[in-house]
């Protein structure tokens, strides 16, 4: 095996080895079966397809970007979708405004049953261009998906945009139609919308932009908009769900049922805890669908979850991408509206000062979307300690991405095996490290 990068996190601190005296230190050697209890084996088995990383076009972040000069606007593409930075490649769309919007706002006029007022100014000011920019800059094509937070308030049962409460029924075949609109009006931007979600969180009743859908609903709400979309002509993949990952189960065993091919998957959030079981629960009981993480991130006052061990073990156990929330915000994780507190994004913006800068997840992203490619495959792997966690994939120009996380508290030489062949590595407390490797 030849190492071509090695690339070391830990506290959010970034660092790339050198390679030469690196390769020259850990000369490969036969594999020997005495080195199984220090060393992780790397397996050819192959699992599911990787479709990309990326985070959310927010209206905040796109309202941040819109202010910065055109060298931070330069520094911001770089990190975020750039060849030395994140290289994201997949990134989600709010239909209408969340609760890191500026204000509340949908498409069209309250009571408009004709949709005849539909339009997409609001996005025009600050999310579209920012998507254009985007999608210029990346060196590939941008995988966009979109979500809703909530129908146009006159739809629903309490008549706001915000606290939840359900779609009315009567209401299924406008809104369905007002989503359509919204692909379509998108596309004339230039913009695919190549996947939907059917609603942000649905079983949550959240201070901002929320709508609540029982599995029944949401089937029965998918039906709807999957054959408004076939009439239209419009190939976009639904997911369903976008909620904590929990509670996937359940739903699935509701949804899948009655929807089959209608549904090309299931989008989850992390913010119940990790749950790795049950992506594993839900590959092992429905193998043709798909696995996307749609959205984590932690906030200013939350002790934060470690995005590497999060993301590590969701490529693991099944998921087909990875997003996390905003792309940018401000030095108070915001702006936000109808909540008490922001977000940490991967880069921030001092309003004050202009200072672009990247916080300690950028790092944690970083070690996963700089090295894995699109359609790379994961592969089965294995460690001998549970406090070393391991991830494998292959890249299709053939590469090896092997990211290794130690969790201990002290010092850990560990040997990377695949196929005849094995090499020591020695990771400090706390560091998680990524290695691309060619055979």
């Known amino acids: ?87 994201y490649n997949f990134c989600r769309i709010c239909i209408g405004s969340c609760d890191f919007s500026l204000g509340e706002y949908s498409y069209i006029k309250d009571d408009d049953t004709t949709l005849a007022s539909f339009n997409i ?25 979109a979500s809703p937070w909530s129908p146009p308030a006159f739809m629903k049962e309490n008549g706001k945009l915000t606290e939840g409460t359900k779609l009315k029924k009567e209401y299924y075949r406008l809104y369905a139609a007002y989503i359509v609109k919204f692909i379509e009006a998108y596309a004339e931007e230039g913009i695919k919308i190549s996947i939907l979600t059917l609603q942000n969180e649905p079983s949550a009743t959240q201070t901002w932009e929320s709508c609540f859908f029982s599995p029944e609903d949401e089937a029965a709400f998918c039906d709807v908009l999957y054959n408004t979309l076939k009439e239209k002509g419009l190939e976009v993949k639904l997911l369903c769900w976008d909620h904590n990952k929990g509670s996937m189960y359940p739903r699935a065993s509701v949804m899948y049922p009655q929807m089959q091919e209608k549904i090309w998957g299931m989008a989850f959030h992390w913010y119940d805890g990790y749950h790795f079981d049950d992506l594993s629960l839900m590959c092992d009981a429905f193998p043709d669908k798909v696995l996307v993480g749609t959205e984590f991130c932690t906030s200013e006052v939350r002790v934060p979850f470690e995005y590497n061990i999060e993301i590590l073990n969701d490529l693991r156990c099944g998921a087909a991408g990875i997003l996390e929330w905003n792309l940018i915000l401000d030095e108070h994780g915001g702006p936000y509206h109808h909540r008490e507190t922001g977000c940490i994004p991967p880069v921030s913006w001092n309003t004050q000062t202009g200072d672009l800068s990247v916080r300690n997840t950028y790092a944690q992203m970083y070690m996963f979307s700089h090295f894995i490619k699109r359609h790379a495959r994961a592969l089965y792997a294995s460690s001998p300690d549970c406090n070393i966690q391991t991830l494998a994939c292959r890249n299709p120009d053939g590469t090896i ?19 005849n062949e094995a090499f020591p590595i020695t990771l400090y407390a706390g560091e998680t490290a990524t290695l691309l490797l060619r055979e």
């Open 401 to 419: 991405v092997s990211t290794v996380l130690n969790c201990l508290n002290t010092e850990k030489t560990i040997s990377i095996c695949y196929q």
């Open 1 to 87: 095996m030849k190492i071509l990068e090695y690339a070391s996190m830990k506290n959010g601190l970034l660092t790339h080895k050198p390679i030469k005296p690196l390769q020259d230190a850990m000369q490969s050697k036969p594999y020997d079966e005495t080195l199984g209890p220090n060393g992780i084996r790397i397996y050819p088995r192959e699992k599911q397809n990787i479709l990309g990383f990326g985070g959310a076009f927010t209206q905040s972040s796109a309202y941040l970007y819109h202010q910065m000069s055109e060298k931070e606007k330069r520094k911001a593409l770089e990190l975020l979708f750039g060849e030395s930075g994140l290289k």
């Open 121 to 145: 100014a609001e996005d025009k000011k600050y999310v579209i261009p920012f998507i254009k920019d985007a999608m210029a800059y990346a060196k590939e094509e941008l995988l966009l998906m």
